[in-house]
């Protein structure tokens, strides 16, 4: 009879333990990111009425701690992010119990430093006209002893590695926009790549007086030499109407070859012009009236020295041309040849007295 009764109660006790094994959690393990760490698991198949309770061994001690913010809980993770230690191996334990029984499952050991999974970093940027500042956060780049790599890239395409958070981009156009994306790497391991962030570098007005003179100021240099041009051929084609210098204003009376001239002494040169042949006849000196203030010469030709055929003479009067040089000390225009006029005068015949 008592054979009997052990019999009944291992077979009690084993169909006891045999109903708590459904209740056992399934796939226990750890997952953190950035160090944030949370022991995670997967519920039985009938977790009606059960109950989760989390405890934690760090490696070196033979004490299971229990988390107190992870008992007695319905949900299936619970944060262990202040309970690990990042340079050593944590293993996490969760016990499922209802009224009737309990069982409980440990998970492989997890070392953060080395198995946390690395986030991309933060971009922050600031920009003036030519260049972007761009720098670089994440939430435990101080946790590790050796320094991260960042890999920068501008729109695109990769154009820095550095150990610096910090980073200048010179070179850039103004009132541009551009856009950084970037990711990091420690330990051989690499985050995935940060979303896209983008600004717009300020308006360089100089750089746009620079562009705009670029293109105006041949435009301009052309106008201008059009206008220089066209008033070139004006005053060579309309030099005649010119307005004479004050020294060249004279006078001449009737039947006389008497000038008068505005100047103290003027030399005078005089030309014969014979069949379109200019020769010269003399050069002479005007003399100075006190009294009128003005110069005045007397001029007279040799009988020989008359040319009655010349193309611009006629029977009864003979013309000559004459030229007048300032020397008084004032300030002398620029006079081209074009500029000067040419007078005439009448010339008596040899044999009439003045």
């Known amino acids: 009879m008592l054979r009997i009764l052990l019999l ?31 022991l995670t698991w997967m519920p039985p198949e009938n977790a ?10 760090v490696y070196g001690s033979d004490i299971w701690h ?20 990042k340079n050593s191996t944590t293993y996490g334990n969760v016990t499922a119990s209802n009224l009737n029984c309990s069982t409980s499952k440990i998970s492989e050991g997890f070392e953060p430093y080395h198995q946390t999974i690395l986030g991309p970093p933060k971009i922050n940027l600031f920009s003036d006209a030519n260049s972007i500042v761009i720098n670089l956060t994440h939430p435990i780049a101080d946790h590790f002893h050796i320094k991260f790599k960042y890999h920068i890239y501008l729109n695109g395409i990769h154009i820095k590695e550095t150990k610096s958070p910090y980073y200048k981009k010179e070179h850039l156009d103004s009132h541009t926009k551009y856009c950084i994306t970037a990711k990091l790497s420690v330990f051989g391991r690499e985050s995935s790549m940060s979303g896209t962030t983008c600004i717009t570098t300020e308006r360089d007005y100089s750089e746009e007086i620079v562009k705009v003179l670029q293109y ?5 240099l052309a106008t201008l030499t059009f206008i220089l041009v066209a008033y070139a051929v004006h005053k060579y084609i309309y030099v005649s109407n010119s307005s004479q210098p004050h020294i060249l204003n004279t006078m001449r009376r009737s039947n006389a070859n008497l000038l008068f001239l505005e100047a103290y002494s003027v030399p005078i040169n005089i030309l014969i012009i014979d069949r379109d042949i200019i020769n010269l006849q003399g050069s002479v000196i005007s003399e100075k009236d006190e009294s009128l203030n003005k110069s005045f010469m007397n001029l007279s030709l040799p009988k020989d020295d008359l040319i009655h055929e010349s193309v611009i003479t006629d029977e009864d009067n003979y013309y000559s041309y004459d030229t007048f040089q300032d020397n008084v000390q004032t300030a002398r225009p620029n006079i081209s040849p074009y500029d000067m006029p040419h007078w005439t005068f009448d010339i008596p015949a040899p044999n009439q007295r003045v």
């Not at 077979?11 to 399934?26: D, H, I, M, V, Y």
């Not at 226990?28 to 949370?38: E, I, K, R």
């Not at 229990?66 to 230690?85: D, G, P, Q, S, Y």
């Open 66 to 85: 229990r988390k107190l913010e992870c008992t007695n809980i319905t949900w299936t993770w619970c944060n262990l992010a202040h309970e690990t230690n």
């Open 8 to 38: 009944l109660l291992i077979l009690l006790s084993t169909a006891s333990g045999n109903q708590c094994e459904f209740l056992k959690p399934r796939t226990v393990s750890f997952y953190s990111l950035d160090m944030n760490t949370t």
């Open 48 to 57: 009606e009425g059960v109950f989760y309770t989390v405890s934690y061994l």
């Open 216 to 220: 105006s100021l041949p435009v301009m």
